[in-house]
């Protein structure tokens, strides 16, 4: 990928125009290949994967999605991604989760296992309740804060995450100010609502997969604050017949901003 990511967000915008549909916005490469389902972190939307996008498109066939902003409960959450995958006339697809999707993708492949051909866990870990709880607290200050104090924290917290003076961090910063800034309060509820359900009633085991027929790839990053060397090792034991590639020198959102090594990953296991 060459250009800044500025003129490479520019320049998928131009090329593969948003849809929408039943709640669902995504962007569509319409390649020949095999289709690829990119699920967006907690913040993110079709638009924020758009590194993905352009680097894959020469080889699969990329579909970039934000979620329904209304729906709450995994299992919902589920059923709407099949028919939407019917709605684009695909019987089975890949598909990434990363970060907080990684979460909603291994559902998925429970829930909906005949459709996904193949799954990638990306810098993610498995439900538990410290996660409940978190995703319990961020429904309170939603429920009982001033909505536009919420709106004007979560912006701000963008720079704690990208703080560099650099073009690239300005770039991120902006594009995530503008995330927030176009959820309401409703969709953010819903968010906070799908992290909930999932970390308080889903239980996944090794054996919920023995029938599923497909290929999965578990990529770590080695300075991952979010998710620790236990729970990394807890992930290869859930999941033992996965491939599993560890990016020794990268950190949890080097995901959005340096992504190259982990595009390379995620063409090589799929084509």
């Known amino acids: 990928m ?14 593969y125009p948003l849809r929408q549909a039943n709640g669902w916005r995504w962007v569509d490469t319409g390649s020949a290949g095999a289709p690829l389902i990119l699920l967006p972190g907690f913040l993110g939307e079709a638009e924020t994967s758009f590194l993905y996008v352009l ?41 990434l989760g990363g970060s907080s999707s990684g979460f909603l993708a291994q559902a998925f492949l429970r829930q909906i296992p005949t459709r996904i051909s193949a799954c990638i866990l990306s810098h993610t870990g498995f439900p538990g309740p410290n996660r409940a709880r978190t995703a319990r607290f961020g429904l309170n200050l939603l429920r009982f804060l001033p909505f536009g104090l919420l709106h004007w924290l979560m ?54 997969l023995s029938a599923w027929q497909g290929d999965l790839l578990i ?5 991952d604050h979010l998710t620790n060397p236990a729970e990394q090792a807890a992930m290869r034991s859930l999941y033992p017949n996965a491939t599993v590639h560890i990016f020794d020198e990268t950190a949890h959102y080097d995901s959005v901003e340096r992504p190259d090594e982990q595009i ?5 296991f799929l084509t």
């Open 264 to 268: 390379k990953v995620i063409r090589d």
């Open 155 to 208: 912006q701000a917290s963008v720079t704690a995450y990208f703080p560099a003076r650099t073009p690239t961090h300005a770039f991120w910063r902006g594009h995530f100010r503008e995330v927030i800034r176009r959820q309401t309060q409703e969709s953010l509820i819903s968010r906070f609502a799908l992290m909930e359900d999932i970390h308080t009633n889903y239980h996944f085991r090794p054996d919920d």
């Open 219 to 223: 990529m770590e990053m080695r300075h």
């Open 55 to 95: 680097a894959l498109a020469p080889h699969l066939r990329v579909i970039s999605v934000s979620y329904p902003p209304v729906i709450g409960q995994v299992q919902t959450l589920g059923a709407s991604f099949a028919v939407f995958l019917d709605g684009l006339g695909i019987s089975h697809a890949a598909i």
């Open 2 to 15: 060459t250009g800044s990511p500025e003129t490479q967000y520019r320049q998928f915008l131009a090329q």
